[in-house]
């Protein structure tokens, strides 16, 4: 079945919006954890029993990571939009290139896709809760799901186009059954011409 070549480019635009958003979100909120702050704790020698107390914060390990993960994102969706207008001649279906290429953006989805996975099911775990008061966690989660979504539909477009079930013009999500029937096409030809 012949997909159109717009669905790739399409799915690789919107992850691309998605991961824009989704790390605007996270500084945002990481932005929350950086410096120090004042907080009211309680202090038994004091004379009301409270006293403030400067606290150090960091940023916490899931929102660097969440962080790392969109600008990945973003260059990855980048490369891989721009990929079929820069090697289009190079990478015919059934060449070496493009089985390399199909190989490589099944890799670099798959990974993607793990990486969307652990940062919201990490968040919604921290949270356990709590993150129903904030839109901006709400946010942070919603855009990470669509993006583990949206790595799943790209992955699973690639591999049924290296098993030759949903095949596409462009390099990497053409079918590596054409390589075959290339090369059998060219023999024929040559028995042909030669007697």
């Not at 960091?58 to 820069?86: D, E, G, K, Q, Y």
């Not at 968040?123 to 993006?147: C, P, R, T």
Request: overall charge negative; charged content about 10%; aromatic content about 14%.
């Amino acid at each position: 079945m012949l997909l159109p070549a717009f669905v790739p480019l399409a799915l690789l635009g919107t992850s691309f919006v998605f991961a824009v958003i989704e790390l605007g979100l996270g500084g945002h909120v990481a932005s929350f954890y950086t410096g120090s702050h004042k907080t009211l704790v309680y202090d038994p020698s004091s004379a009301w029993g409270y006293s403030y107390q400067t606290v150090n914060l960091t940023v916490p390990a899931i929102l660097a990571f969440l962080i790392f993960t969109a600008v990945w994102t973003m260059l990855v969706s980048l490369a891989a939009f721009l990929l079929p207008f820069f090697l289009r001649a190079k990478a015919a279906p059934g060449t070496r290139l493009n089985t390399i290429i199909t190989g490589a953006l099944c890799g670099v989805y798959f990974a993607t896709m793990v990486f969307w996975l652990a940062c919201f099911a990490d968040i919604a775990a921290e949270l356990d809760g709590l993150g129903a008061s904030s839109n901006y966690y709400n946010a942070v989660m919603a855009f990470a799901v669509l993006l583990w979504l949206l790595f799943v539909a790209l992955f699973v477009i690639v591999v049924l186009a290296m098993c030759g079930v949903l095949e596409s013009d462009g390099p990497g999500y053409a079918g590596m059954r054409k390589r075959e029937m290339a090369a059998t096409e060219g023999t024929q030809m040559q028995t042909v011409e030669v007697a």
